[in-house]
């Protein structure tokens, strides 16, 4: 089973992330901020990680850097999730594989994990 971790400080998407992506077969954890997420990261590694680009404490593009540096998360496929449009998330940080405009369609983020970790939810 793949595991992802959801990193957004908004409880409600997460909340809806997690179940659903539970629903189709992935191992899901969460995280409300970018540091409570990497510490999240270092307890389960994952598969694959969505981040949120504007959070407290540590934002995504704070996260996607200090995921880079650490050998043990430099491959890391990442979703960027955001408001903004992704004009204003590629200035400010680089190395993930899909940007996702909030508010989105849950098949638009299946299509996304797909593409980055391979189809379905277990291995």
Do not use: W
Request: hydrophobic content about 50%.
């Amino acid at each position: 089973m793949k595991t992802i971790v959801v990193v957004d400080d908004e409880f409600g998407l997460t909340d809806v992330l997690a179940a659903t992506l539970s629903d189709v077969g992935f191992r899901v954890h969460t995280a409300a901020n970018g540091v409570q997420g990497l510490e999240l990261m270092s307890e389960h590694p994952p598969d694959l990680v969505i981040l949120d680009f504007m959070m407290p404490l540590l934002d995504g593009p704070g996260v996607l850097g200090a995921m880079r540096a650490d050998p043990r998360l430099a491959s890391v496929p990442v979703i960027v999730i955001s408001a903004v449009p992704e004009s204003v998330v590629r200035a400010r940080c680089s190395g993930y594989v899909a940007f996702l405009r909030k508010p989105f369609e849950f098949d638009a983020v299946l299509a996304a994990i797909q593409r980055a970790v391979g189809t379905g939810g277990t291995m």
